[in-house]
T-cell receptor, first 111, second 113 residues
């Protein structure tokens, strides 16, 4: 089992560019999450999904969109990147009531 | 709403014990979790405790739970340089009908050789 994987690992964008971060899990988990981690701020939930075809907003959803077309994949999109979106992004998955399994992270810099 | 609270930094000497404290918000939480994040990596579950327990021991790790005060602690005995990491406590939360985890901001443990 690969667990939770994220692509890419690193990315540099210019302000206004768009990109999609891909998260994949092979544990057949129902729930998937996208977090961002910034110094001194801990983990903040961006969006989450409780099943294929469903998504919901978390604590800091503005400027991001998500899609869950397949159970194993959860995509995070930035339509027009801003410097404030410079962060480390983590994807996680879990069964409906259980521990979350995290990916290795994507380090994004927006210049 | 209320936050899961942790101190941000802890520094200990190699071989000493480390104690990382956490205050959580919901006295009815069923499980409470400790995650570890090594530099440049994602979070990994370190240990957890069920709410009907006061203590759980797992090799060098001891988790203490005080439900009355909503206080959780993680003790690492004989701390090693490899224990240098950020430690997050997390409690379950129901948000909009779904089960989520609320994380503290993390305690950065630095081990001095």
């Amino acid at each position: 089992n690969a667990g939770v994987t994220q692509t890419p690992k690193f990315r540099v964008l210019k302000t206004g560019q768009s990109m999609t971060l891909l998260c994949a899990q092979d544990m057949n988990h129902e729930y998937m999450y996208w977090y961002r981690q910034d110094p001194g701020m801990g983990l903040r939930l961006i969006h989450y999904s409780v099943g294929e075809g469903t998504t919901a907003k978390g604590e800091v959803p503005d400027g991001y969109n998500v899609s869950r077309l397949k159970k194993q994949n959860f995509l995070l999109g930035l339509e027009s990147a801003a410097p404030s979106q410079t962060s480390v992004y983590f994807c996680a998955s879990s069964p409906p009531r259980g521990e979350q399994y995290f990916g290795p992270g994507t380090r994004l810099t927006v210049t | 709403g209320e936050d899961v609270e942790q101190s941000l930094f802890l520094s200990v000497r190699e071989g000493d014990s480390s104690v990382i404290n956490c205050t959580y918000t919901d006295s009815s939480s069923t499980y409470l979790y400790w995650y570890k994040q090594e530099p440049g990596a994602g979070l990994q579950l370190l240990t957890y405790i069920f709410s009907n327990m006061d203590m759980k021991q797992d090799q060098r790790l001891t988790v203490l739970l005080n439900k009355k005060d909503k206080h959780l602690s993680l003790r690492i005995a004989d701390t090693q340089t490899g224990d240098s990491a950020i430690y997050f406590c997390a409690e379950p939360a129901w948000e909009a009908g779904s089960y989520q985890l609320t994380f503290g901001k993390g305690t950065k443990l630095s081990v001095i050789p």
